[in-house]
Structures are given as structure tokens and as C-alpha cells.
Nanobody, 122 residues
Framework: VQLQASGGGLVQAGDSLRLSCAAS????????VGWFRQGPGKEREFVAL????????NYADSVKGRFTISRDNAKNLVYLQMNTLKPEDTAVYFC????????????????WGQGTLVTVSS
């Protein structure tokens, strides 16, 4: 499966953004998907994940209550709705997919998109 992340941009603190992860070349519903981010000078960190069916989700504590992950398997899309953005959310956001059980560990994912930059100004 190939992944393409989009939707990033420059926003102010408190604003919202919705990121999209589009999949191609594979049966998307067979893949669990995770969102990860890497801020300036930081290591890549887990943000959110969603199971193949969309029933199970999980979030990093830093985004819980502000971000929502969802998917539309008919359209081969996964979304990350980000509300009440903070300057510390500034990062390149990546979506990733794996064909087995979902995980919050980046090294468990086989397929990665190219990343989309989110910049939150104070």
C-alpha cells in the first residue's frame, strides 16, 4: 500500500486542521493506520491509531480530547481531525500502515507516507 498525507498548513493556536491520509495499491481495509509526528529537534512520536475496521482507536495523552482519528475504507482515507491546536503540536505529521495488529510503536509499521507540515503559531 502507498500512502499520501495532506492537509497541513500554518494556523494559529486554538485553530483546527484536518489531515488526510490517502491509500493506494492495496486493500486499505486490511491495514491498521497510525499517525505520528516529528517536531523540530525531536524524535518521531506516536499521535493516534485506528484499527482496520475503525472500531478501535488510541491516542497519545498529549492529544487526547483534542484530536480524533477516523477512516473511510470505501474511499481509502484516514483522517486526523485536530482541534484546539497548540504551538507544541508543530511538527511534520506522518501516516503509516501495517497489515497486522495496530500498534503505537513506529518501528512496527511497514508503510509510510511522506509527511505533511503543521505549524501552529502562538
Amino acid at each position: 500500500v502507498q500512502l499520501q498525507a495532506s492537509g497541513g498548513g500554518l494556523v494559529q493556536a486554538g485553530d483546527s486542521l484536518r489531515l488526510s491520509c490517502a491509500a493506494s495499491r492495496g486493500t486499505f481495509s486490511n491495514y491498521a493506520v497510525g499517525w505520528f509526528r516529528q517536531g523540530p529537534g525531536k524524535e518521531r512520536e506516536f499521535v493516534a491509531l485506528i484499527s482496520q475496521s475503525g472500531i478501535s482507536t488510541n491516542y497519545a495523552d498529549s492529544v487526547k480530547g483534542r484530536f480524533t482519528i477516523s477512516r473511510d475504507n470505501a474511499k481509502n482515507l484516514v483522517y486526523l481531525q485536530m482541534n484546539t491546536l497548540k504551538p507544541e503540536d508543530t511538527a511534520v505529521y506522518f501516516c503509516a500502515a501495517r497489515s497486522t495488529f495496530y500498534s503505537s510503536r513506529a518501528e512496527m509499521y511497514d508503510h509510510w507516507g511522506q509527511g505533511t507540515l503543521v505549524t501552529v503559531s502562538s
